[in-house]
């Protein structure tokens, strides 16, 4: 079984300070996507990977977004510095080579910038 | 560019009863994958169905259907015998199938789905 862990769950931060989204694919896959979602404009591909290289990062809404994948066992997300309209649920997904029309989503982590 | 549609924001449905919830999405490509998540309370996104475009049967998964028009660009979710774990938010999503497993996956806003005891 394909699975994600995303950590941490939540995190509650001041405006300006420096957060670090983290994700761990537990099983084999080539893709690893990260998803922003708000009420306000649903879910958002922010950035993905293909065989740890990033493809698409035409979703990141700003340089203070910053996405890497060091191996194929682990993703980060960062963003500084942070604003309150960063304030949303971040997932990362994968793909599973071989099962290639589905993604598997981590639990998201819920940030908070005030 | 692909777009998704979900023109219910919010469906009700008695326990018990039969609800659809409806996707419309548009793209010019004649290969692509169309997909139901679901949300619940916990965030967790479940797989619930998908359907490939070049496969004229609709897919079915236990008391979960799908309507699936492709020139109508049409793709809604049947949910048959509501139980009150069906309660949760409902996503439609696209995928164009060209090439690799890029799954790049585009949702639409959701509708969210009250179960009534």
């Known amino acids: 079984d394909a699975g994600v862990i995303q950590s941490p769950r939540h995190e509650v931060t001041e405006m300006g300070q420096e957060v670090t989204l983290r994700c761990k694919p537990i099983?084999?896959?080539?893709?690893l996507f990260w998803y922003r979602q708000t009420m306000m404009r649903g879910l958002e591909l922010l950035i993905y990977?293909?065989?740890?290289?990033?493809?698409?990062d035409s979703g990141m809404p700003e340089d203070r977004f910053s996405a890497k994948m060091p191996n194929a066992s682990f993703s980060t997300l960062k963003i500084q510095p942070s604003e309150p309209r960063d304030s949303a649920v971040y997932f990362c997904?994968?793909?599973?080579?071989?099962?290639?029309?589905?993604?598997?989503f981590g639990q998201g982590t819920r940030l908070t910038v005030v | 560019a692909q777009t998704v549609t979900q023109s219910q924001p919010e469906m009700s449905v008695q326990e018990a009863e039969t609800v659809t919830l409806s996707c419309t999405y548009d793209t010019s490509e004649s290969d692509y994958y169309l997909f139901w998540y679901k949300q619940p309370p916990s965030r967790q996104m479940i797989l619930v169905i998908r359907?490939?475009?070049?496969?004229?049967q609709n897919a079915t998964e236990n008391r979960f259907s799908v309507n699936f028009q492709k020139a109508a660009k049409s793709f809604s979710l049947k949910i048959s015998d509501s139980q009150l774990g069906d309660a949760a938010m409902y996503f439609c999503a696209y995928r164009i199938a060209n090439g690799g497993s890029q799954g790049n996956l585009i949702f639409g806003k959701g509708t969210k789905l009250s179960v009534k005891p």
């Open positions: 099983s084999g896959h080539n893709s």
């Open positions: 359907q490939e475009a070049y496969k004229q």
């Open positions: 990977f293909n065989n740890n290289v990033p493809i698409d």
């Open positions: 997904a994968i793909s599973v080579w071989g099962s290639d029309t589905e993604a598997f």
